[in-house]
């Protein structure tokens, strides 16, 4: 009859064929949802509907905003982790926006467009650097590069 190596190759086989037809049915693509909903369909008005688009709530698109982005370094032209940035408009006095730089020292922040802005990079142990950043200009972006230096006589 057959040898035994034979039937586990045959068994395998036809393994591998049902498991790919499985894995097949599986990532075959959803059919798509119906153009119309149960309400069109039956002319009604959902009764959460007319609520919704009187509450004035919608999600916020980050399509106009303007991204600050750069890397922060130390004196030696290392990566600086941990820095504390802070944004704020260029005509008031409170910050608004606050990040931390992560293990490569990069950090990104999305504000509105159409103010100047300024950036506040801080560490402790080094002098505090700022950047005036000017969001009316047209662009979606802005990259920053800080170069951190220690204050004079200070402990690191």
């Known amino acids: 009859m057959f040898q035994p190596r034979r039937l586990v190759l045959l068994g395998t086989a036809a393994l591998m064929v049902s498991l790919a037809q499985g894995l097949a049915r599986s990532q075959a693509p959803a059919p798509p949802p119906a153009s119309t909903s149960p309400s069109q369909r039956t002319g009604t008005t959902p009764p959460n509907a007319a609520k919704e688009s009187k509450s004035g709530k919608h999600k916020y698109s980050h399509a106009n905003d303007f991204l600050i982005r750069g890397t922060v370094f130390t004196e030696a032209a290392r990566a600086f982790p941990g820095v504390q940035l802070r944004i704020r408009r260029a005509t008031e006095k409170k910050y608004r926006w606050e990040s931390l730089t992560n293990s490569r020292g990069e950090f990104a922040m ?13 560490a402790k142990g080094f002098s505090d650097q700022t950047r005036a950043i000017d969001a009316k200009n047209g662009l ?17």
């Open 110 to 122: 999305r504000v509105p467009q159409g103010s100047e802005y300024e950036v506040l990079a801080r």
């Open 140 to 156: 979606n972006e802005d990259n920053l590069v800080f170069r951190m230096q220690p204050v004079p006589g200070g402990k690191k």
